[in-house]
């Protein structure tokens, strides 16, 4: 296992990027995978002139990977399947989503290793294509099983999509739990914005850095969710990489672009592997390519400029983030008098106000309802009795 950094830290919502050198070296990649557009969008080349992903291991919590793909081969170690579903590695359906994502992330950095956990499955796949949150404990249970075998970065590409299911609090433990050990995450910022355009968890918690998808030009592809949560972007149309099945075969989704993000943090860690959480965050943010105005909610900080982000992540800016113990009885709410860990009661006066207030526009709106229909009815008798008749029972009825 390669040295690990462990610096407790807390989180941070800047990130960061940084320009690569130039070295004689010819850059690799994942045996067989073809590149398209996404590898002049981040800047690979560059990027892997300076480093490969080497002594790093990617957490990838997923569907399961087949570790035999020619993509991924010598580079997969398979941990526990917390998922637990009807299909087994025997299934056709087995690995279909997390093999793709380990080709991603290894044609990012291919001297990467991969941990593959199953906290996913194709039994859960939305008519969109993405992969829903089954509920807080296969990924929470990831999370943690990741982190206590060594891994340096864990990409996520799946999400809840629910309004009403947002997040637990397992995985937002779990999510803590990772951070304090020095252990940074990515995930999907989801695919719904052409839809109804849900926030994501865990690409939406505190802690993740959450990634939305872009088409070529840069700019958002037109089902990456919008939300004020999105850090960075990357490449997320027309995707190539290993299909469960063998061969290769092109996908869309914050998915896609989640690993290969991920795959960039992976270069960055085997450029640094002193980087907090922190640091990572900041980078990619920092060295990203801009929107206008520097951030918006369609794609965050913008584009991953991976050979920028591992050039940086030589010289990082100082993490300024710390953890703050609490000392003594006090708390946010001194001198209130508010304990810390209970709800204040609800001031009654208040609620009743605004409930008698909610009641009386009520009450407003049913009777201009009433006076609207018996005006129309006063006025469709006066039509009558000037002449007007009402349509025979036998005869068509008025258009």
């Not at 027309?238 to 943090?265: C, D, F, H």
Request: net charge neutral; aromatic share 4%; hydrophobic share 40%.
């Amino acid at each position: 296992m390669t040295e690990r950094r462990r610096t407790t830290t807390a989180f941070a919502t800047a990130a960061l990027s940084g320009l690569l050198c130039a070295l004689a070296v010819a850059p690799a990649h994942a045996a067989g995978t073809p590149r398209g557009w996404e590898a002049d969008a981040l800047g690979l080349a560059a990027a892997q002139r300076d480093a490969q992903g080497e002594g790093v291991t990617v957490g990838l919590l997923d569907t399961g990977v087949v570790a035999d793909h020619p993509a991924v081969k010598g580079k997969i170690t398979t941990g526990p399947d917390f998922r637990k579903g009807t299909i087994t590695p025997s299934s056709p359906e087995w690995g279909y989503h997390g093999t793709h994502m380990a080709s991603d992330i290894l044609k990012v950095a291919p001297k990467a290793k991969i941990l593959s956990v199953r906290v996913n499955s194709e039994e859960d796949k939305r008519d969109d294509g993405s992969l829903a949150k089954t509920d807080g404990t296969p990924l929470a249970k990831g999370i943690v099983y990741a982190v206590d075998h060594g891994v340096d970065v864990i990409s996520m590409s799946l999400g809840t999509g629910e309004v009403d299911d947002y997040a637990d609090e397992d995985t937002a433990l779990a999510v803590g739990y990772a951070v304090s050990h020095g252990v940074t995450l990515l995930g999907g910022a989801g695919n719904g914005g052409d839809k109804l355009n849900q926030p994501s968890a865990p690409g939406g918690l505190a802690g993740v850095i959450a990634v939305a998808a872009t088409q070529r030009g840069g700019g958002r592809a037109d089902f990456s969710t919008v939300h004020t949560y999105n850090e960075v972007a990357a490449p997320g149309v027309e995707i190539a990489g290993a299909k469960n099945t063998g061969g290769y075969e092109r996908i869309q989704g914050t998915s896609p672009a989640t690993a290969l993000a991920s795959g960039v943090v992976a270069l960055m860690l085997s450029k640094n592997q002193k980087l907090t959480p922190a640091q990572v965050r900041s980078i990619l943010t920092r060295t990203a390519h801009h929107p206008s105005g520097g951030w918006n909610a369609e794609v965050g900080y913008g584009q991953i400029n991976a050979a920028a982000a591992v050039k940086r992540a030589a010289s990082p800016p100082a993490d300024k983030t710390a953890p703050i113990g609490h000392k003594g009885t006090e708390h946010f709410a001194t001198p209130v008098g508010t304990p810390k860990t209970t709800h204040p009661n609800m001031e009654q006066g208040l609620w009743l106000t605004g409930l008698g207030a909610a009641g009386a526009g009520l009450l407003m709106l049913i009777g201009g309802v009433l006076v609207a229909v018996l005006g129309r009815r006063k006025a469709a008798t006066a039509g009558m009795v000037g002449g007007g008749t009402w349509p025979s029972a036998s005869g068509p009825l008025p258009r």
